[in-house]
């Protein structure tokens, strides 16, 4: 049985854990390693990609930039967490603001210092994204189409840094960035509809509040539609393995989200779509392992294992 005290600190973490979304953090590492191995750096051994200390650095460093991102978008979005997800707001506030404030500028600290080692570019790519973060809390998020667009984004710019890394530059490459894009604002278009009672509460500008339910449906729909370009352009021009079998899933998924979002009206049944939006894309993240992978075994050791 843990003492009282134990089972503070315990809760604490638990807060702590949740302000930074550390499960949204795992996702972007596992992520970024799959991508690296099978996509960006698909020339080289998968051991290479995996022992490449610059690398691990600039995932570090990225996981510790999100996490700092996610404390300050935190304190800004206090208030209307307290109307949209009363509950983590409760566990949120376990850890005082000074302390978090305390970690947010420990994390952005660290994240910068491990870039400096990869090199003095590298610092200044986390630095500038680092407050890129912190602008888009403090200014962008309320405004309309330029939030979502901004927040895509931000999540996407971690992967572009791992590909500056990698110096890969096909078009499969931003063929997967379209999609993921499309992905990702659809997700924030999503979160718009399920957060619509605290963004009118706290004079949120977005898309959903200043145009209203179905005008959000119709862009929703949209991009849906949209997002089976790119889908189609890869299934058909590049060799993708059983990964082609994710994209046949999810443009089917696409059509049931796209009933789903026209049926739905309470924040939670958004809700019940932003997770069924979430699995798509972890289901996405996790396919990326199924492209054939090539750069496990080079053709030519290949070769060399066959008998004579």
């Known amino acids: 049985m843990l003492s009282r005290k134990n089972q503070l600190l315990l809760l604490k973490t638990f807060s702590i854990f949740s302000v930074v979304r550390g499960y949204n953090i795992a996702v972007v590492v596992v992520a970024q390693y799959l991508a690296s191995i099978f996509i960006f750096a698909d020339d080289k051994r998968a051991l290479d990609v995996v022992l490449d200390w610059r690398l691990f650095l600039l995932v570090i460093s990225t996981s510790l930039a999100i996490a700092s991102g996610y404390i300050i978008n935190n304190f800004y979005d206090s208030e209307k967490d307290l109307i949209n997800r009363p509950n983590k707001s409760i566990l949120d506030r376990l850890v005082s603001r000074t302390t978090q404030f305390r970690i947010y500028f420990f994390l952005n600290f660290l994240s910068v210092a491990l870039a400096w080692i ?140 796209a009933g789903w979002v026209w049926q739905a009206s309470s924040a939670k049944s958004y809700r019940n779509i932003h997770n069924f939006l979430k699995l798509i894309i972890v289901l996405g993240v996790l396919s990326i392992a199924l492209i054939d992978p090539k750069v496990v075994i080079h053709g030519k050791e290949l070769i060399q294992q066959l008998p004579d």
């Not at 971690?158 to 931003?174: K, M, R």
């Not at 189609?232 to 393995?241: A, E, M, R």
């Open 118 to 257: 990869v090199s003095w570019r590298a610092a200044v790519f986390f630095s500038i994204y680092i407050f890129a973060l912190w602008f888009y809390s403090h200014k962008l998020k309320k405004y309309p189409i330029i939030g979502n667009v901004i927040a895509t984004i931000l999540v996407m710019i971690p992967f572009f840094g791992i590909l500056i890394h990698f110096q890969n530059y096909s078009p499969a490459i931003f063929l997967h960035g379209a999609y993921l894009f499309l992905l990702l604002f659809i997700r924030e278009l999503i979160k718009d509809l399920e957060n619509l009672a605290g963004d009118l509460a706290n004079n949120y500008q977005t898309i959903a509040v200043k145009y209203g339910m179905s005008t959000s449906k119709i862009i929703l729909t949209s991009l849906i539609v949209l997002s089976w370009i790119p889908a189609y352009i890869l299934v058909k021009d590049y060799h993708l393995g059983y990964m082609s079998y994710y994209f046949y899933l999810s443009c089917a998924s696409g059509l049931v989200l």
